[in-house]
């Protein structure tokens, strides 16, 4: 694991070897063994860089970047690949030699036999940079489903690439201005989809894509990975054969994972996707594997460290956990919000943070449970269609004269069993239209439609609704038409996945040098998970139906029957105290406007709805808070 960077020029300026080494130590962080540059010595026109977490073959002969034999292949990578020793073998097969036991020197000698061709035989994560020094030519590559980050700013001198803006930004010769519709897209939906970036001109690399270069220029990006398509015509796997084939499929995703020369671990909630992951790496390790929680004091809502110390106690795991209070948490907020070079809308990047920080005093590597909510249906959105039909069925008077107005008057939050129901079943009558993908889109929003705008202009929000309207349309054309929750499964896997929650992973977690696997997106289980019809996901009010079924003689009756919680922090409480001085200080009227998209009358009348809980907008907030505070470091 590592963080990357370079740049090739297209002119005729010479690498700037301090700029790289700048752009590099941006990134220690995320590679606190050892840093390594290289620019190519013949013409001075490409340079690399990396900054290494030694996962695989620590020693320094496996540091990077990595070169070919004959010098002539170049390469730095970010990630792990799980099946590198069977690719190994058939390179060394055909001829290769090779002088480390690191699954980075596969890539380099697969990308230099193969090319492009390499990337559909690896199986893993990544994010990362092939150059070859005598053609002058080269592509940057990110995994199939976007769990490594990668940015790049392309423009008519150079191309310039790294795995987090911050280094991207210690490169000089490209323009910062902010991209308006990012903003909005985060102020509507709390993160910014592939491929923008917070910049106008930096982009995302989108997953399961490359993009070419050469000595003059770079292409467009383009798929090298594109999901299967689903019909309705095709047979359909009986429920029973499902069940077997999934579990046998998890449990090798699960264990090959296991990879490493550093200690390893796994984040435990007490929800069924980690104890999963604990229950099977515990059947298949000799010893108590390490396992990591943490749970709030004085906040039942958001603790989930009962649940998870009775996991760890069924499963025989070392476990550690930490109570937070409020200052504990408080406290580390303005490190994380110091850290982003890039404003996000997920408060639960604290709790990640801070579950990371923890967990680096015992392991390196710890595998995680995110990706299996989008293959399995894990969301209360999902069977929120069913239960909106089931509303539509009441009398027309019955709905707009006795439940409607008695939802309204409900108090909305988070913070209580029933006020998180009130805020649900409000969100539910938000998307009460007939188009089930503009539902989604409604209910996937951060602020409710019916509330005053935050924007001067409507095509704010109109352009990044028409927008996921599209993208959604398109997933539609890979699934049954007959269905549209496989559309919108389809859609969150590609764009709210990787944009949201994988990247609010890899920044919490490479802030404290910890890699973070995912085993639920191994390849092969995303694509058995994509031919299942959604009846086997989301069934008479049950969410993860098959992955429920599948693991019932393996997972404990507590652990099946758990409603499902969010990793969070009670933010929205923290702006009704003990934020309440902050948010004003941050989020004020100077620093919104000059945004020139964005109403600070609006953004007060929320925060008062808020404060006074006639409206839970604690998502929202967050947002605002995150993006002020990034513009007011930009300032700096």
Request: net charge negative; charged share 25%; aromatic share 10%.
């Amino acid at each position: 694991m590592c963080g990357i960077c370079g740049i090739v020029r297209f002119d005729s300026r010479p690498i700037d070897a301090t700029e790289l080494a700048h752009a590099s130590a941006a990134l220690r962080h995320r590679g606190p063994d050892a840093a390594g540059a290289w620019t190519d010595p013949a013409r001075s026109s490409a340079g690399f860089a990396a900054a290494r977490l030694s996962v695989i073959d620590p020693r320094t002969i496996a540091n990077q970047p990595l070169h070919s034999g004959d010098g002539r292949y170049h390469l730095v990578f970010n990630g792990e690949l799980y099946n590198f020793r069977e690719i190994r073998h058939e390179l060394s097969a055909a001829g290769v030699r090779f002088v480390t036991e690191n699954d980075a020197e596969v890539v380099l000698h697969a990308c230099a036999m193969w090319g492009t061709d390499a990337l559909r035989r690896l199986n893993g994560m990544w994010a990362f940079a092939f150059y070859d020094s005598v053609e002058r030519t080269g592509f940057l590559c990110r995994d199939r489903f976007g769990i490594k980050p990668l940015f790049y700013a392309a423009d008519g001198r150079a191309i310039r690439f790294a795995s987090e803006l911050g280094s991207l930004c210690r490169f000089e010769d490209w323009d910062r201005d902010v991209d308006p519709s990012a903003v909005s897209e985060l102020l509507q939906f709390g993160y910014i989809s592939h491929p923008s970036s917070i910049y106008a001109v930096a982009k995302r690399l989108p997953p399961g894509h490359f993009l070419r270069f050469d000595a003059k220029s770079a292409e467009s990006s383009a798929f090298y990975y594109k999901w299967p398509t689903t019909t309705k015509s095709e047979r359909e796997l009986p429920y029973g054969e499902a069940c077997e084939s999934l579990r046998t499929i998890l449990a090798d995703a699960i264990v090959s994972q296991r990879v490493s020369d550093v200690p390893i671990g796994a984040f435990l909630s007490g929800g069924v996707d980690s104890s999963i992951v604990v229950a099977r790496l515990a059947s298949a390790s000799a010893r108590p594997i390490q396992t990591f929680s943490i749970g709030y004091a004085n906040q039942p809502a958001y603790d989930e460290s009962g649940p998870a110390r009775e996991v760890a106690r069924v499963f025989g795991t070392d476990h550690h956990e930490i109570i937070l209070s409020e200052s504990d948490v408080l406290d580390v907020l303005p490190g994380v919000l110091d850290h982003l070079h890039e404003p996000v809308g997920d408060s639960s990047i604290l709790p990640t943070s801070l579950v990371s920080r923890f967990a680096r005093s015992w392991v390196t590597v710890a595998l995680g449970g995110d990706g299996s909510d989008e293959l399995f249906g894990g969301y209360w959105r999902y069977l929120g269609h069913a239960s909106l039909a089931a509303y539509r069925r009441a009398p027309g008077w019955i709905r707009k004269h006795l439940i409607a107005p008695l939802l309204g008057m409900a108090t909305a939050s988070k913070g209580t069993a029933f006020g998180n129901r009130s805020r649900q079943f409000q969100k539910l009558l938000r998307g009460d239209v007939d188009d089930p993908f503009l539902r989604h889109i409604l209910w996937s929003r951060l602020a409710t439609p019916e509330e005053p705008s935050l924007f001067n202009d409507s095509r704010w929000e109109t352009e990044a609704t028409r927008r996921f309207l599209f993208r959604i349309g398109a997933e539609a054309g890979g699934a049954d038409g007959a269905d549209p929750l496989r559309a919108i499964l389809r859609f969150d896997l590609a764009v709210p996945l990787p944009c949201d929650m994988l990247q609010k992973v890899d920044l919490a977690s490479m802030m404290h040098s910890l890699e973070v696997r995912v085993p639920f997106l191994d390849h092969r289980l995303v694509e058995f998970a994509l031919s299942l019809p959604t009846s086997y996901k989301i069934d008479r009010g049950m969410r993860k139906r098959i992955l429920l079924d599948a693991h019932q003689e393996i997972l404990p009756d507590f652990v099946l029957d758990r409603a499902k919680q969010g990793f969070e922090v009670p933010v929205g409480e923290f702006f009704r105290g003990a934020l309440r001085e902050s948010f004003h200080d941050i989020v004020n009227r100077a620093t919104v406007e000059q945004l020139g998209i964005v109403s600070y009358d609006a953004v007060e009348a929320a925060f008062r709805d808020h404060f006074e809980r006639r409206s839970e907008h604690a998502d929202l907030l967050f947002a605002l808070y995150s993006l002020c505070w990034w513009l007011r470091r930009r300032r700096i």
